[in-house]
């Protein structure tokens, strides 16, 4: 059973930045793909970013592309997400998730059946 947690969550003024992380309690963390997703008060939660098993094809929502950067660490079983030029709508809580492995990028978040608890992250204007 893979489980997650993520850390580095907080409040931060817009423009700053900030490093999420994510750690999968699994014995081997390149058998998943994995995602973030975030979700804001009042909204629907949405697709952030995903990566393939070997960190080589990140892909971004189109509203954090060029901001954000997933990336992957599986000798430390790490997931993680830098978050720069952060703008007040970035507020939300942001979830780690993965699934098995497969060529498929899924922006869906039903797609996923392992999911971090979620984490709070706060832009100020």
């Known amino acids: 059973q893979l489980q997650l947690v993520e850390s580095g969550g907080g409040l931060v003024q817009a423009g700053g930045a900030r490093r999420l992380s994510c750690v999968a309690s699994v014995r081997i963390f390149s058998d998943y793909a994995a995602a973030w997703f975030r979700q804001a008060p009042g909204k629907e939660r949405e697709f952030v970013a995903h990566?393939?098993?070997?960190?080589?094809?990140?892909y971004y929502a189109d509203a954090v592309r060029g901001r954000f950067t997933i990336s992957r660490d599986n000798i430390k079983n790490m997931l993680y997400l830098q978050m720069d030029s952060l703008r007040p709508e970035d507020t939300a809580v942001y979830y780690c998730?993965?699934?098995?492995?497969?060529?498929?990028?899924?922006?869906?978040?039903?797609?996923?059946?392992?999911w971090g608890q979620g984490i709070q992250v706060t832009v100020s204007s």
């Open positions: 998730a993965a699934r098995p492995s497969s060529r498929v990028v899924e922006v869906d978040d039903q797609a996923y059946a392992y």
């Open positions: 990566i393939n098993w070997s960190g080589s094809y990140p």
